[in-house]
Nanobody
Framework: QVQLVESGGGLLQPGGSLRLSCAAS????????VGWYRRAPGKERDLVAS???????YYADSVKGRFTISRDNAKNTVYLEMNSLKPEDTAAYYC?????????WGQGTLVTVSE
């Protein structure tokens, strides 16, 4: 059983920065791709960024140049560094991994960007 735990969300003003963390219960990130998703109020959950086991990274157009995904295999943790945050980045952020053919999601962490 894989468990993913996100942390690092919070309330901040536009232009601020946050680093989200997704910690796994075991060593699964080194061999599996990981994605960060977000669900804004009233919208569907969308892929924000992902990183493959080989290190290839993908970013949604809306976050390119502002968000950075990274992975620390020794800590079984994936990060999402978010800079220049905008009100439209307000959402619940989730990490996801597909491990041995099964999909796992964390419980989410809330990011609110507001004046």
């Amino acid at each position: 059983q894989v468990q993913l735990v996100e942390s690092g969300g919070g309330l901040l003003q536009p232009g601020g920065s946050l680093r989200l963390s997704c910690a796994a219960s075991g060593n699964i990130f080194s061999r599996n791709g990981v994605g960060w998703y977000r669900r804004a109020p009233g919208k569907e959950r969308d892929l924000v960024a992902s990183i493959t086991s080989s290190g290839f990274m993908y970013y949604a157009d809306s976050v390119k140049g502002r968000f950075t995904i990274s992975r620390d295999n020794a800590k079984n943790t994936v990060y999402l560094e978010m800079n220049s945050l905008k009100p439209e980045d307000t959402a619940a952020y989730y990490c996801r991994v597909n491990f041995l053919g099964r999909e796992y999601w964390g419980q989410g962490t809330l990011v609110t960007v507001s004046e």
